[in-house]
């Protein structure tokens, strides 16, 4: 668009009126060269250029479609140059990464070097964390209020959290810190009625009331009337009485002013107008105050009208309530089938024979697949909204009351629920079944998503089970497994489609116990891989067969109890063993391999470990990422050259590694 011409554009609220605006911002703090009046032109040239970049990018669309309006007010009237603006799981810091000197790297979003989805302390100072998971923004931002005062530091500290992760119990923990702490603190809760699905629980009930019509419908135009009555000059007190005395009647007292904070609200989070004036007032107020925003998720989208999950469900995104790049909408290969298909498939067959069976998740309806279980089995599918604890600790519950319940969560959102496995689930041996989708790595999202670490931190209980599928017929018997047990399981599901294993005219071993299976015999050495490597480490056996190369491929099927007789028996057979996982090098399955292995006395020194180094990995196509770790097919052949010439493993690509590696002061 032309500095000079003028457009309109659908995708906007209300239709505005642009002139380039967005030209105008370059750096942080530019907005502030804006008139006040120029800021919806703004949004609506911000609007074009999120719908625009994340159509082919993919990301977290709806929310960021959403917060526009917001985070430009915020902008405008804070100084993120020294105020600090929590944004709670930072997905939703689309615009305000655009306005901190990001917006020429925009396009670049969640791609291979490009930017980060999530607020990213190495891109700027005005990211405050590193932060991906939701519900943590306002007690990380009390703990940057508490610094500020004990350092004699004045600034502002903002947070905002969206009414679905306010769902999540360590939200609550922290309104009840922040209550009793009197410290300055502003929360906004950006209130859009919706998760990635409905909101769900007694809390977004509560949340409707709050902003049911006629107060909000009332309140959208009352902002402007008392701001008109309030003459020039007065101050922000006598505003915010007057705002106040406004709602005492219908709203007062609630949760909030309940646990010490003040609340004001709500408000239209897209009038920028109403917004300015209100957040004028309230940054100077010296104790902790919410307000409550109503914003529309998607606003601008074609699709997303006022349901925004229908946007998903119409095709036009994928999991996550994201839109994912066009490539990957298309169709992977004939009759590609996830392992979250996989697991979905057999979960309703088994349920259709076994009425204990339930299934819980905790605000990942569609990307664990219980939204297709729950249309199935409508009471028998629990959506806990974003408090994988409650997730874990009811099934915990139900299991001791005689269902069996199955706990589809993502790798790593499970760790939410971490001292719950170890206490209600295993010291009580229950027999829950975890099922830990986006289980490795996870791709686009990067490190907050990646789940790179389950198996470190679930196979220390002593009583857990842990495995992984090679295919979708072991997902399939795993999960049969997982409960006929009497005890703990946990079954890890990849981000992958399930594998065509049938070229390789495999023997058919059912899933036993703690048992592994050697698949191929070989000659010059073995691989023994866990879940999904295990099909790239047939497809290595392929290519390093043509060259001569003759390696064993065996699958490890469980990390704990770890087949310690199959371990035992290839490092006598082989001069070396490569063990193969899609997880962290410490205290995963090859670590589990090597400890059994140690305590039957056997030679560990074979034993080489190929997994996920002891860093965090940034964001990139997960194909892209298990090519650079020299986890797909190709790299392993590559690590099993070098092991026959008796050389070190290759090293990471030097040029690459900067992109992907965080963590240890070396990227
Ligand atoms: C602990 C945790 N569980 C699940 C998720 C996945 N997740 C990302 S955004 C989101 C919905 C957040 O809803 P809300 O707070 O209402 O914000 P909105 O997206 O509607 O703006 C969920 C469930 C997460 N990031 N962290």
């Not at 430009?72 to 930072?90: C, E, M, P, R």
């Not at 006929?484 to 059912?510: C, G, T």
Request: aromatic share 8%.
């Amino acid at each position: 668009m032309s500095g000079s011409a003028k457009s309109r554009i659908s995708s906007s609220p209300e239709s505005i009126e642009m002139t380039d605006f967005l030209s105008r911002i370059h750096a942080t703090n530019d907005i502030k060269k804006l008139t006040p009046e120029e800021l919806p032109g703004l949004a609506a040239e911000i609007r074009k250029l999120i719908l625009d970049v994340v159509t082919k990018t993919g990301g977290h669309l709806g929310s960021n479609l959403g917060v526009i309006e917001l985070t430009l007010a915020l902008h405008y009237t804070f100084d993120v140059t020294k105020d600090v603006i929590v944004w709670d799981g930072s997905y939703q810091t689309y615009t305000h990464k655009i306005l901190t000197g990001r917006k020429d790297k925009f396009p670049t979003l969640r791609q291979f070097g490009g930017m980060c989805g999530f607020g990213w302390k190495p891109e700027s100072e005005t990211d405050p964390f590193n932060f991906g998971h939701v519900g943590t923004g306002p007690g990380a931002a009390l703990g940057v209020a508490m610094a500020d005062e004990q350092l004699g530091r004045k600034r502002k500290v903002v947070t905002v959290i969206g009414d679905g992760s306010m769902t999540s119990g360590v939200a609550f923990e922290a309104i009840n810190n922040i209550g009793t702490s009197g410290k300055p603190l502003l929360m906004i809760l950006n209130d859009n009625g919706m998760s990635i699905a409905k909101t769900v629980g007694s809390l977004s009930l509560y949340f409707n009331e709050l902003r049911s019509a006629p107060l909000f419908q009332e309140f959208k135009n009352e902002v402007h009337r008392v701001l008109e009555k309030i003459p020039g000059g007065q101050t922000a007190e006598h505003m915010l009485e007057a705002l106040r005395r406004g709602f005492t009647q219908t709203i007062f007292p609630n949760l909030f002013t309940g646990l010490g904070m003040q609340y004001y609200g709500p408000i239209d989070g897209h009038d920028i107008k109403g917004l300015l004036h209100i957040l004028h007032n309230v940054r100077s107020q010296e104790k902790p105050v919410v307000l409550h925003v109503v914003t529309q998720k998607g606003l601008g989208h074609p699709d997303a009208k006022c349901d925004p999950f229908a946007m998903h469900k119409a095709g036009t995104a994928a999991a996550d309530y994201k839109l994912e790049p066009a490539t990957a909408a298309k169709p992977a290969a004939p009759k590609a089938k996830s392992y979250t298909t996989g697991f979905i498939d057999a979960l309703s067959d088994l349920a259709a024979k076994d009425k204990r069976i339930v299934g819980i998740t905790a605000a990942m309806p569609d990307g664990t697949g219980l939204l297709d279980f729950g249309k199935k089995f409508p009471d028998r599918a629990f959506d806990v909204g974003i408090s994988e604890q409650v997730g874990v600790a009811m099934a915990a519950g139900m299991a001791q009351g005689g269902l069996r319940p199955v706990v589809a969560i993502y790798s790593s959102f499970m760790q939410r629920a971490y001292d719950i496995i170890f206490q209600e689930m295993c010291l009580n041996n229950l027999p829950v079944v975890l099922v830990l989708d986006r289980a490795g790595i996870a791709g686009e999202d990067g490190p907050t998503h990646h789940g790179n670490f389950d198996i470190a931190y679930l196979r220390t209980f002593p009583n857990m089970v842990c495995m992984a599928p090679k295919d979708e017929r072991e997902v399939r018997e795993m999960l049969e497994l997982a409960l006929s047990l009497q005890q703990p399981a946990a079954i890890r599901l990849p981000r992958e489609n399930v594998p065509d294993l049938s070229r390789f005219n495999l023997k058919h071993n059912p899933v036993s116990l703690g048992k592994g299976e050697l698949l191929v015999p070989g000659r010059h050495g073995a691989m023994l891989a866990y879940g999904v490597m295990t099909a790239k480490a047939l497809a290595a056996r392929e290519m390093l067969l043509k060259e001569g190369l003759d390696v064993a491929v065996a699958n490890g099927r469980f990390a704990k109890p770890v087949d310690s007789e199959m371990a035992a028996f290839l490092v006598k057979e082989y001069p070396w063993v490569l063990t193969l996982e899609d997880h962290a090098s410490h205290g995963g399955f090859g670590s589990a391999v090597l400890e059994a292995l140690s305590l039957r006395n056997e030679d560990t020194s074979r034993v080489k470990i190929h997994a996920i180094p002891d860093r965090f990995l940034q964001h990139a196509d997960r194909n892209e990422l298990l090519k650079f770790l020299h986890l797909d097919a190709e790299g392993i052949a590559d690590v099993i050259r070098m092991i026959a010439a008796g050389q070190p493993a290759p090293a990471l690509d030097p040029t690459q590694r900067k992109h992907f590696l965080y963590g240890t002061g070396e990227e």
